[in-house]
């Protein structure tokens, strides 16, 4: 049954009816008492029929137009309107003559009669609006998705409240803190380690001052303690007369990457170093030789002019000498090319204090003969692993420095220990010796052929050797040192 075969549906106002006909929108009205069913010309118009084409029954509409998940949310409707309670409007799919299923917001009222126990209600079609909805959304939860995925979050600045910051939810993830709490501008920098705040207050004043932008990697601290790398970008909005009303930016967890990075620039650095040393060694050796040469080849030359054995046998002892510094110049060249060929010998795991027993005992003559106290603690770390002759060669080394260039003011105490700091593992060598002053002799101390004492035995190969061995496997070595007071080795093992 429909409206135009019934006449006015309700109170006699064909005005209206009309009107609402040529609104685009349908009108539909239920008896619940007596099933009665009355679809205005629009409802039939915007389903894409002509009027009386389908019947205007409760079955048609529940059986063949409406979508089946939609019923429940209709029903509904129905009985909240029924109980007077007002329900909102509802959007449902109804089948079309030619377009298919489309979306349409009904609304769902009860004639407010007194008497009759009728429903109404008019119908919109919102399909364009809610399909573009429906893309929108789809679109925000993939852009959220990659934003989630690729740890990237955004924050803005408006500059009418300058100490107020807007953080979107990825923001708060890479933070580890709730979403919930609100935080400023001045909170949510010092997340970021001490020597980055200023770096970026400084930046976004910058931004909100002068308008520019921004692009740096700071390392940040979250709230449940973990250290980030982070990329924060900011880039100033500029209204129509050039001042900055707003600064936007994102944050992107880039820890990953950036670490990789630093350890390729901290390996790139080493091999530099180390060719570097290793070029001024080439150097040092080839002049090393070509003296030693030269000199035997002018002692080979002197031998064969002579003729008086007293005088030949002078020359000969100067050649057996010139030939013992040759051939101690070709042992430090072979242990310099042992570090090169040892350094791809599998690690193993070196147990400290047995090993260090072991040096020092080969050195008790040495230790007793100045009285020397050498203590050892490796309890916090008691094994490594290492290159166990890179390991031996470096405690025996710097024991026999302490030994070598003890004070003879004093009793020589040496100690020998390791410490665990920020996953890291140091072993120091510390030693009440001579010192060395090193304001003169700092940027020597690990060359070849540097010795800063007058000591029979100086070579000035060992700190050498000690540098390139530690570097070799990823460390390093510093050193502190005080004239007559005494020297102090720290080696970052791992």
């Given at each position: 049954?429909?409206?135009f075969?019934?006449?006015?549906?309700?109170g006699?106002d064909a005005?209206?009816?009309?009107?609402?006909d040529?609104l685009?929108?349908g009108f539909?009205?239920y008896n619940?008492v007596?099933k009665e069913?009355?679809?205005?010309a629009?409802?039939y118009?915007?389903?894409?029929?002509?009027?009386?084409?389908?019947?205007?029954?409760?079955?048609?509409?529940f059986e063949?137009?409406?979508?089946?998940?939609?019923?429940?949310?209709?029903f509904?409707?129905?009985?909240?309107?029924?109980?007077?309670q007002?329900?909102?409007?509802?959007?449902?799919?109804?089948l079309?003559?030619?377009?298919?299923?489309?979306?349409?917001?009904?609304?769902?009222k009860?004639?407010?009669?007194g008497?009759?126990?009728?429903?109404?209600?008019?119908?919109?079609n919102?399909n364009?609006?809610?399909?573009?909805?429906?893309?929108?959304?789809?679109?925000?939860?993939t852009q959220?998705?990659?934003?989630?995925i690729?740890?990237?979050?955004?924050?803005?600045?408006?500059?009418?409240?300058?100490?107020?910051?807007?953080?979107?939810?990825?923001?708060?993830?890479?933070?580890?803190?709730q979403?919930?709490?609100?935080l400023?501008?001045?909170?949510?920098?010092?997340?970021?380690?001490?020597?980055?705040?200023?770096?970026?207050q400084?930046?976004?004043?910058?931004?909100?001052?002068f308008c520019h932008?921004?692009?740096a990697?700071l390392?940040?601290?979250?709230a449940?303690?973990?250290?980030?790398?982070?990329k924060?970008?900011?880039?100033?909005?500029i209204?129509?007369?050039?001042?900055?009303?707003?600064?936007?930016g994102?944050?992107?967890d880039?820890?990953?990457e950036?670490?990789?990075?630093l350890?390729?620039?901290?390996?790139?650095?080493l091999l530099?170093?180390?060719?570097r040393?290793?070029?001024n060694?080439?150097?040092?050796?080839?002049?090393?030789?070509?003296?030693?040469?030269?000199n035997?080849?002018?002692m080979?030359?002197?031998?064969?002019?002579?003729?008086e054995?007293e005088?030949?046998?002078e020359?000969?002892?100067?050649?057996?000498?010139?030939?013992?510094s040759?051939?101690?110049?070709i042992?430090h060249?072979n242990e310099i090319?042992?570090?090169?060929?040892?350094?791809?010998?599998?690690r193993?795991l070196?147990?400290?204090?047995?090993l260090?027993?072991?040096?020092?005992s080969?050195l008790?003559?040495?230790?007793?003969?100045i009285?020397?106290i050498?203590e050892?603690?490796?309890?916090?770390?008691?094994?490594?692993?290492?290159?166990?002759?890179y390991m031996?060669?470096?405690l025996?080394?710097?024991?026999?420095?302490s030994?070598?260039?003890?004070?003879p003011?004093?009793?020589?105490?040496?100690q020998?220990?390791?410490?665990?700091?920020?996953n890291?593992?140091?072993?120091?060598?510390e030693?009440n010796?001579?010192?060395?002053?090193l304001a003169?002799?700092?940027?020597?101390?690990?060359?070849?052929?540097?010795?800063?004492?007058r000591?029979?035995?100086?070579?000035?190969?060992?700190?050498f050797?000690?540098?390139?061995?530690v570097?070799?496997?990823?460390g390093?070595?510093?050193?502190?040192?005080?004239?007559?007071v005494?020297?102090?080795?720290?080696?970052?093992l791992?």
């Amino acid at each position: 049954m429909s409206f135009f075969e019934k006449g006015p549906p309700f109170g006699n106002d064909a005005h209206l009816t009309r009107l609402i006909d040529d609104l685009n929108v349908g009108f539909w009205e239920y008896n619940s008492v007596s099933k009665e069913v009355k679809w205005s010309a629009g409802f039939y118009s915007i389903l894409g029929y002509q009027p009386n084409e389908i019947d205007s029954s409760a079955q048609v509409f529940f059986e063949h137009l409406l979508y089946y998940q939609d019923k429940p949310v209709f029903f509904n409707a129905l009985h909240q309107s029924r109980l007077n309670q007002n329900p909102p409007p509802i959007s449902i799919r109804l089948l079309t003559k030619k377009d298919g299923y489309q979306w349409f917001e009904s609304t769902v009222k009860k004639q407010d009669d007194g008497y009759t126990d009728t429903v109404y209600g008019l119908l919109i079609n919102v399909n364009t609006y809610k399909q573009q909805s429906i893309a929108s959304a789809g679109s925000q939860f993939t852009q959220h998705e990659a934003f989630k995925i690729a740890r990237l979050g955004n924050w803005e600045i408006n500059t009418l409240t300058p100490t107020a910051i807007t953080l979107s939810a990825q923001v708060y993830d890479i933070y580890d803190i709730q979403n919930h709490l609100q935080l400023n501008v001045e909170e949510f920098i010092s997340f970021f380690e001490p020597p980055y705040r200023p770096l970026l207050q400084q930046a976004i004043d910058s931004a909100i001052q002068f308008c520019h932008p921004f692009d740096a990697d700071l390392l940040l601290r979250s709230a449940k303690n973990n250290l980030l790398w982070l990329k924060v970008k900011g880039v100033p909005v500029i209204d129509d007369y050039g001042r900055c009303i707003a600064v936007k930016g994102i944050v992107q967890d880039i820890d990953s990457e950036k670490r990789k990075l630093l350890k390729l620039e901290q390996s790139v650095n080493l091999l530099t170093d180390q060719n570097r040393r290793l070029q001024n060694f080439a150097y040092i050796v080839s002049h090393n030789l070509r003296s030693h040469t030269g000199n035997l080849q002018f002692m080979v030359n002197l031998f064969e002019q002579t003729e008086e054995e007293e005088e030949r046998n002078e020359i000969f002892s100067h050649l057996k000498t010139i030939s013992d510094s040759l051939n101690l110049t070709i042992e430090h060249l072979n242990e310099i090319v042992k570090i090169q060929t040892e350094i791809t010998n599998e690690r193993k795991l070196v147990e400290l204090e047995p090993l260090f027993k072991n040096i020092r005992s080969a050195l008790k003559n040495n230790i007793e003969s100045i009285n020397a106290i050498v203590e050892y603690d490796f309890s916090q770390c008691t094994e490594i692993s290492y290159i166990p002759a890179y390991m031996e060669s470096i405690l025996q080394n710097l024991l026999t420095n302490s030994l070598k260039y003890y004070h003879p003011g004093r009793q020589p105490v040496i100690q020998c220990y390791t410490l665990k700091e920020n996953n890291h593992i140091y072993l120091i060598f510390e030693d009440n010796g001579l010192g060395i002053d090193l304001a003169r002799h700092g940027d020597k101390i690990f060359g070849m052929y540097r010795t800063f004492h007058r000591h029979a035995d100086a070579r000035g190969i060992g700190l050498f050797i000690t540098r390139n061995q530690v570097e070799a496997l990823g460390g390093t070595i510093s050193v502190e040192s005080t004239v007559n007071v005494g020297t102090k080795f720290t080696i970052k093992l791992v």
